[in-house]
């Protein structure tokens, strides 16, 4: 099933100059851009986006983390987007992630973990208004989409 799916690069990440890289990975996969935007979230879209771990031990920090520069946030489009986006991005803790996904390669941190996508296509639904408009969202075809 095709699907949508919010991506966040998260500040470490903008800090690390590790956008491109990271982009990289979702592109040749086979994942489509179909949003893209430079933002610093406000506590109040920050607390929004993180509303399921209101309560946390870890919450405080997190919305610290995620507030504190610009993110590059977009919605990644393709077969199975949600899952194929988590697998590429490796588990939560980049101590325990695998080599080879974004988090096993880059991260030694389980709060600086370098990406977001969401967990399922209800998450998906409820994340990708949080940053974009309807009108950001393109719908349009890519010349390699019948080989992918
Ligand atoms: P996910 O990003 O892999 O879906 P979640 O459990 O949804 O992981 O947690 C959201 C974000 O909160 C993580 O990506 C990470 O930045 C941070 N986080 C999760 N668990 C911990 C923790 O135990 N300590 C510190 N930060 C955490
Ligand atoms: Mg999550």
Redesign the pocket.
């Given at each position: 099933m095709k699907e949508r799916t919010l991506v966040l690069l998260?500040p470490d990440a903008v800090n690390r100059r590790l956008v491109g890289e990271i982009l990289t990975r979702f592109e040749r996969k086979g994942l489509k851009i179909v949003a893209m935007k430079m933002l610093w979230l406000t506590k109040e879209k920050a607390e929004e986006h993180?509303a399921?771990?209101k309560g946390k031990?870890?919450y405080d920090?997190?919305i610290k983390?995620i507030t504190s520069s610009p993110i590059i946030a977009m919605v990644l489009e393709g077969e199975s987007a949600i899952k194929v986006v988590r697998k590429i991005?490796g588990?939560?803790d980049g101590v325990e992630a695998a080599p080879g996904t974004i988090r096993g390669d880059f991260a030694l941190s389980?709060?600086?973990?370098l990406v977001?996508?969401s967990?399922s296509v209800e998450s998906a639904k409820r994340e990708i208004p949080i940053f974009f408009d309807d009108s950001e969202i393109y719908d349009y075809q890519l010349s390699d989409e019948k080989w992918i």
């Open positions: 998260k993180y399921v771990h031990p870890f920090s997190l983390y991005m588990v939560t389980i709060q600086n973990n977001h996508g967990d």
